[in-house]
C-alpha cells in the first residue's frame, strides 16, 4: 500500500497580493501549495517568485481548474470584481471540499473604505456558497493586511476571525491556521458572520489609511 | 468672575445595562454624572446605586430632557428600539453638543446575532446625525460588553474605535476614554465607519455566545 501523498492547498487567484501573501507563509510553513491563475504563465512566475523567496518550498503554478483538481483545500482569493465570474457554473469544480473564502467586497470611494452589496445579499462567503453549495466554504483571512502577509521579514500577529456552516471544516482550517507561527484561530460559528468579517476589513483600511498602518485585529476574551 | 463649573456628562437611556455601565466607570474617573431616564423615578434609583457604588461620586438623576440640558456631552445610551422615538422632533436638544453614540442595532434571532437594518440606511449613529443635524455625533464605546462595563471589579480592556464626521468632538470624546483605565481610543474617522464598528459588534456577541465569552477587540499596529 502506497503511504498517502499530502495533497497540496491550492490557491485560486494565488497571484493577487493576498493569494501571494498566504502562498508564502504557506509555504514557509511546509505545506505544499499550487498557485492557481486565468493565465499558466502568470501562475508559473508567481510560482517560481515563491519557491526563490521560500528555498525547498513545494510550489507549483497551474491554471485555476487544474490547480484546483489536485488540490484538498483551496483557497479563493479572487478580487471580489471578479468573483461573480469565476463563479460562473462548471468553471471550477469544489465539491466535497473546503473552499477558504479569503475575498472582501470592498472599495475606496474619496478615500473612504466602502463595504459593497453582494450579489444576491449577505457577504462574499454566502456569495460563494450559495453557488457551489456542495463546497466546503470558510470564510478566514479577511482581516489581515495582505502587505504584511507578503513580507516574509515581519511576522505576522494577530486573530484569523473564521465562519462557515460546516464545523468540521472549521476545524481543519483552524488546525491550517495554527500552522502559521503567532496567528490564533478564533471560531465565530455561522457563516452568517462572514458579513460582519467583511465589515471589519472595511474599517481595518480605514484606519489603514488614517493612521498609515497595516492594522489587524486580537479578540480580547 | 466665577470659575467655570464642569457641566456634566449625561447619559440619555442611563438606566440600561450599556448606560449604568459607562455612568459607573465614567463615575470612577471622577467626572460629573446626570443619569436620564424617561421616568424621572428609575434615574433617580440609578443615580443612587451609582453613588453607593462609587462612594463621594457627584451623580444625579433627571428625566431625559432634563439631563441633556444641564450637559456639555451627552452618551446616547437607549435600545435601538427606542432610537427613533427618543429622536423624535423635539423631545431633546442637542444642537452644538457632543453626542456620543454607544447605540447598537442588533438582535438575536435563533441564537444568532443580527445586524438590523437601520431606518434611512446606514448606522444607528448616521439615523442619531440625521435626526439631530446640529449635534456633533460621535460613535463609540460599541464594542465594549456591557456587563464587563457594569462590573467594577473587573478591568476594562480593549480599544475604543470611534467615529464621527467633527473632528474637534472626536478629539474631546478620545480625551474622556482616555480617562478610563486601560482603554485607549483609535479614531477612525468619518462616521460613515459606525455602520462597521456596528458590525464589529455582532461579530462580537456572536463570539460571546459560541465561547461563553464577554469579548472586546485590540487593533493591532
Excluded at 469565476?86 to 467586497?105: E, N, T, W
Excluded at 504584511?148 to 465562519?163: F, K, M, Q
Amino acid at each position: 500500500m502506497l503511504a498517502a501523498v499530502k495533497r497540496p492547498l491550492a490557491v485560486v487567484g494565488g497571484t493577487g497580493p493576498e493569494g501571494i501573501g498566504l502562498a508564502l507563509r504557506f509555504a514557509v510553513a511546509g505545506e505544499p501549495i499550487v498557485i492557481g491563475s486565468r493565465v499558466l504563465a502568470r501562475a508559473l512566475d508567481a510560482a517560481a517568485a515563491v519557491r526563490a523567496a521560500v528555498p525547498g518550498a513545494d510550489v507549483h503554478g497551474a491554471e485555476n481548474a487544474d490547480a484546483v483538481a489536485s488540490a484538498g483545500t483551496v483557497v479563493l482569493s479572487v478580487p471580489f470584481s471578479g468573483l461573480a465570474e469565476i463563479l460562473a457554473a462548471g468553471r471550477l469544480v469544489l465539491d466535497g471540499k473546503i473552499v477558504i473564502d479569503v475575498v472582501v467586497p470592498v472599495a475606496f470611494r474619496d478615500g473612504f473604505c466602502e463595504l459593497l452589496p453582494v450579489p444576491g445579499g449577505g457577504s462574499a462567503g454566502e456569495m460563494i456558497q450559495r453557488a457551489l453549495p456542495a463546497a466546503r466554504v470558510v470564510s478566514a483571512f479577511k482581516n489581515l493586511p495582505a502587505e504584511r502577509l507578503r513580507d516574509l521579514a515581519v511576522p505576522l500577529e494577530g486573530d484569523v476571525v473564521l465562519c462557515g456552516n460546516d464545523a468540521a471544516a472549521r476545524a481543519e482550517v483552524a488546525a491550517l491556521i495554527a500552522r502559521l507561527p503567532r496567528l490564533r484561530a478564533v471560531d465565530a460559528g455561522a457563516l452568517a458572520n462572514a458579513r460582519y468579517l467583511e465589515a471589519l476589513t472595511a474599517l481595518l483600511l480605514n484606519l489603514n489609511r488614517r493612521h498609515r498602518a497595516k492594522t489587524s485585529i486580537a479578540i480580547l476574551f
